[in-house]
């Protein structure tokens, strides 16, 4: 029982997360959508769930580059790129 809701309660604050990233974002304040993408992407790895990790690490990936950091974002499209190696079933690990 407190599995359930330990994984509703992660699914709750990666929407969250996700919608204030989103937010921050589209008002071009990409420090704090980096902020709260960083936490998706946590959540994501936690649950080992490639395709999130690589959604987010793609978020991150492109909000770096709007800052002006290539090489971080560089690093993010690397992370996500692992979904592509994992054997096809998006369920793998990336983190590891």
Do not use: N, P, W
Not at 31 to 52: I, P, S
């Amino acid at each position: 029982m407190t599995a359930v809701i330990s994984a509703q309660s992660d699914i709750v604050s990666l929407r969250m997360s996700h919608c204030r990233a989103e937010h921050a974002a589209r008002s071009a304040q990409y420090h704090l959508a980096v902020l709260h993408y960083r936490t998706c992407l946590e959540v994501a790895e936690r649950r080992e769930d490639c395709r999130a990790v690589e959604f987010f690490a793609l978020k991150l990936a492109g909000c770096y580059d709007q800052m002006g950091l290539s090489s971080k974002a560089a690093s993010f499209r690397a992370l996500a790129d692992c979904g592509d190696h994992g054997g096809g079933s998006g369920d793998a690990s990336c983190a590891g």
